[in-house]
């Protein structure tokens, strides 16, 4: 991870301050899974096959280090301390991306600008950044990194991963299992199981899921400090582009976050936690703009050649919404060109 903060990204912050209106975006997120149970409270790696989790043998460290380069960090929904109110944490995190009639894809290795990995390679992360008990700014990233089968046309490799990162000594704690499908998983969500584990869950629809359960290596969740949330499609990794032919068609990215993981109808998996006041969001929460404040000021190295239409960051901001006293979203469009298509509006290009 190659971690840069000389550029100025885009962030959501939520800051607490009663009594302010919320603004709703008049948009709701589908519920894109079927309801399941989270996987096991036990660090491995699973997948979920006629209505139950079954264990697989996750991903040697030689092979992480030989097929899976590590990912990056994009800004997006955070919450900020105001007037001393500290927001309870969020307790699970989706990253979800539609495409719509975009072009080919190819992942450019940035120091060539030569393509790599064969077509259709990107990632989808969803990402936090924290000041981790290790007293360093840390990074955990719930990511699948999908790659196309060298042997056979039509299949991919999803490489569903849980990275725990130290940013500032540059120490990957990878865990990751590699599955073979003819999709690849166009949804991602991190969650705590509570106990001390972490999971990142991956899938498309109703269809196949795969998820990997680790330790919470630096006390994320266990220490309150998941405040914030960022992420969406990037080039594979090693600060790759994913670059999409021709100036035709988009894609839509979701991002949603829940102090209560029941509560997140963005991809939903229980865990039979009951959902309490005290984690309510309560209406307080109102949309900051900030660059790059909801993630210590870090952004990615890694990119895309998709521009998100919402333009100037102080005018056109993604609004956020509240599906339930637990849970926010906000959405937005991306095209080649940062242009919605004739007689559309900025941000979904509806």
């Not at 999908?146 to 299949?155: C, H, M, R, V």
């Not at 919470?216 to 999409?244: C, M, T």
């Not at 109102?286 to 870090?298: C, E």
Request: proline share 7%; net charge negative.
């Amino acid at each position: 991870m190659r971690i840069s903060n000389s550029r100025l990204t885009l962030a959501l912050a939520l800051a607490l301050a009663g009594g302010y209106a919320v603004q709703a975006s008049g948009q709701s997120m589908p519920d894109t899974s079927p309801v399941a149970t989270a996987p096991p409270n036990e660090p491995g790696c699973y997948r979920y096959i006629n209505g139950d989790w079954q264990r697989l043998t996750c991903d040697s460290a030689e092979y992480i280090e030989k097929h899976i380069p590590r990912p990056e960090i994009l800004a997006g929904i955070g919450e900020i301390t105001v007037k001393s109110k500290t927001p309870d944490p969020f307790r699970t995190s989706s990253v979800f991306v539609d495409l719509s009639q975009l072009g080919s894809e190819e992942d450019i290795d940035p120091a060539t600008g030569l393509p790599e990995g064969g077509p259709n390679a990107y990632s989808i992360q969803a990402n936090v950044f924290f000041k981790g008990d290790n007293g360093d700014d840390d990074g955990l990233q719930f990511t699948n990194q999908a790659q196309p089968d060298k042997s056979i046309p039509g299949l991919y490799w999803n490489n569903v991963c849980v990275w725990q990162v130290d940013v500032d000594t540059q120490k990957y704690d990878p865990t990751c299992v590699s599955v073979l499908f003819g999709v690849i998983f166009n949804e991602v969500k991190g969650i705590d199981l509570g106990k001390g584990n972490l999971a990142t869950i991956a899938f498309l629809g109703g269809g196949e899921i795969a998820a990997v359960v680790a330790a919470d290596k630096y006390h994320l969740a266990d220490l309150n400090r998941w405040n914030n949330i960022s992420g969406g499609l990037l080039g594979l990794g090693n600060g790759s582009k994913a670059s999409f032919a021709g100036k035709e068609g988009m894609s839509v990215t979701k991002i949603g976050a829940s102090t209560c993981a029941d509560a997140d109808v963005l991809g939903e998996f229980q865990t039979g936690s009951a959902c309490t006041d005290a984690e309510k969001l309560d209406g307080r929460a109102i949309p900051v703009v900030s660059p790059s404040g909801a993630t210590l000021g870090d952004s990615t190295v890694e990119t895309t050649s998709l521009v998100p239409v919402t333009g100037n960051p102080i005018s056109s901001l993604p609004k956020v919404s509240f599906p339930n006293d637990w849970a926010v979203e906000m959405e937005y469009a991306s095209t080649p060109t940062g242009k919605c298509p004739g007689g559309t509006k900025s941000p979904l290009c509806k």
